[in-house]
């Protein structure tokens, strides 16, 4: 087998290992996530927190992050979406890259509106909460 030939298998067979790769990496992270709950709940219990409110107080943590999810992805693109009409309007190409500045800025912005959106959302929910 020539050289040239060993380069393309060896592509080939890399460019198919890096999704088996990121699927098992994600298999892990959520074993050792649910390993950590775990671990968190017993030491809540040992504490002499009661099991259901220490898996309430796990759950709530978790859920509190994923509130603004969506808003914040439909900031990244619609920010993304933002930086790829620039670059059309000024006729920008995609081997340039100004092209991806733009878009990377479009998605900045786009993460800084969904910030401040969040930060007066929850600052609107505390206030409710404490009234």
């Not at 060993?6 to 996530?33: D, N, Q, R």
């Not at 509130?67 to 620039?86: I, Q, T």
């Not at 500045?101 to 909460?129: P, T």
Request: proline share 2%.
């Amino acid at each position: 087998m020539e050289a040239y030939e060993l380069e393309g298998v060896l592509a080939i067979i890399l460019s198919l290992s890096i999704p088996i790769v990121a699927i098992l990496m994600v298999f892990i992270s959520e074993i050792k996530k649910k390993k950590h709950d775990t671990e968190l709940r017993l030491a809540l219990i040992q504490a002499g927190t009661d099991a259901d409110t220490a898996k309430v107080l796990i759950e709530e943590q978790q859920k509190k992050h994923s509130k603004y999810g969506p808003l914040r992805a439909g900031c990244f693109f619609a920010g993304a979406g933002l930086g790829a009409v620039c670059n059309a309007l000024c006729g920008v190409s995609t081997g340039d890259i100004y092209f991806w500045m733009a878009i990377a800025g479009g998605v900045g912005v786009g993460l800084l509106i969904a910030f401040v959106i969040e930060y007066k959302l929850s600052k609107k929910d505390d206030e409710e909460v404490q009234k």
